[in-house]
């Protein structure tokens, strides 16, 4: 694509105001600008625009609570039996482990990758060497090296593969880590339909999401990959949460045992107002209810045994069966709206530090790929076994809520942190 066609692409979609300061950039800027320009789907932007002025209603579908098992209410045979059924689907290498680590630490006040953020244990373990410990453990106790995929994104994939290069990659096994994929992005806008444009003179974009997840592992091979190795059975989790169990035998037996192609382990909301998305039945079909979606009146429902009828977090705690990898590849998962707080430069040059949300970020959603599986497997964990999340920097799901769930696991179980 040359000047003029990069021009008549965006007179036509009204985004000339990316040419305003052209003339001033460098050659690399506007060589980066005009690749930009080439790869964006303008048609794609004007209907997600759209979308941003659209509520979410669910008066014409059927929502209706989805069953799940509380792992803590199994007698002891259904544990053994799960437990075994996993622990040999490990041992046997059908175990892989995806961990999504495309986000920076900046709400944590951390410069650099959030697998890199030091949790401020007495070891200052950082959040990559926390989850590469429990999976050395697993190797070891199965006697398997256990395939790791990380998806990076564009932003921090130099930084993070360099982190783990100076710090040899924590001793785990060298085969182990078996590569670095970066998800997708997709340009920001204002609250006009206009692309954002950044402080470098180009398209602003940003991460697509933990859906994007489903793409970028066969756009970049890691599926193919998987297959090669006689993988059956991928978990997918974040870096962001020092309690996840990438290699739990009870939750993979569960999902085999019971031929779930796909299944989540689930957390119970802490109080009705709580900001995480439920599971539910919608139409039939497993679905997540993002928070900012559910009503007040679903959110306070309540069952028989008073227990929140939609009360099942999804807590990025997933598992695949590859066999269901291979049917998401060959569909486009929805986007989903976020209206953002973003720095933009105006067509005068001038930057502009917004202290409200300004922009919309577009994401695509792991859950949404759980409507195209008939059935999915939820089994209920506890909150301070599975979950730690580090999110903000103070407050809830901070780095001193996760350090005190973590520290506090790891005594219980005799572990040295």
């Given amino acids: 694509m040359n000047y003029e066609e990069m021009k008549e692409k965006l007179e036509k979609y009204n985004q000339t105001h990316v040419l305003a300061a052209y003339d001033r950039a460098d050659d690399a800027t506007k060589e980066k600008l005009l690749t930009q320009v080439e790869r964006i789907d303008f048609e794609q932007l004007k209907e997600l625009y759209h979308m941003t002025q659209t509520e979410i209603k669910f008066e014409n579908n059927k929502i209706e609570p989805m069953p799940y098992v509380d792992s803590a209410k199994l007698n002891e045979e259904e544990k053994k039996k799960y437990i075994e059924i996993g622990e040999n689907i490990i041992r046997s290498g059908k175990l892989a482990v995806v961990t999504m680590a495309g986000g920076q630490g900046t709400r944590l006040g951390h410069n650099g990758p959030k697998g890199t953020f030091d949790l401020g244990l007495e070891s200052h373990k950082s959040l990559f060497e926390i989850l590469t410990d429990y999976l050395k453990n697993a190797c070891e106790k199965y006697h398997v090296t256990i395939p790791w995929y990380i998806m990076t994104s564009k932003d921090n994939n130099r930084d993070t593969v360099e982190f783990f290069e100076s710090h040899n990659f924590f001793d785990y096994p060298k085969d182990g880590i078996r590569m670095f994929f970066k998800q997708g992005e997709l340009p920001m806008l204002d609250e006009n339909g206009k692309v954002i444009i950044n402080e470098e003179g180009i ?43 990438m290699a739990d035998p009870l939750f993979i037996g569960y999902a085999a045992a019971n031929n779930y192609m796909a299944a989540s382990k689930t957390i119970v909301k802490a109080y009705p107002e709580e900001k995480v998305g439920v599971f539910c039945k919608k139409d039939g079909m497993p679905y997540v209810i993002e928070y900012t979606e559910i009503s ?122």
Avoid at 383 to 405: C, H, I, M, Q, W
């Fill in 203 to 245: 398209i602003k974009e940003a991460a697509d999401g933990h859906g994007g997840i489903f793409e970028a592992i066969f756009k970049d091979g890691a599926l193919e990959d998987m297959k090669n190795r006689g993988i059956e059975w991928i978990f997918v989790g974040s870096v962001d949460n020092p309690l996840v169990k």
């Fill in 296 to 417: 007040n009146e679903m959110a306070h429902q309540r069952d028989e045994n008073g227990e929140l009828s939609f009360g099942e977090a999804h807590m990025l705690l997933n598992l695949f069966n590859i066999q269901t990898l291979e049917k998401i590849k060959e569909v486009k998962l929805p986007y989903h709206s976020a209206h953002k707080k973003s720095n933009l430069v105006d067509e005068k040059g001038n930057v502009i530090i917004p202290e409200k949300p300004n922009a919309y970020k577009f994401e695509t959603f792991i859950f949404d790929a759980f409507a195209l599986i008939p059935d999915v497997g939820l089994l209920r964990g506890k909150r301070e076994d599975d979950f730690a999340p580090v999110k903000n920097a103070e407050g809830n799901d901070s780095p001193v809520t996760a350090r005190k769930l973590y520290e506090d696991y790891m005594k219980r179980n005799g572990m040295i942190c």
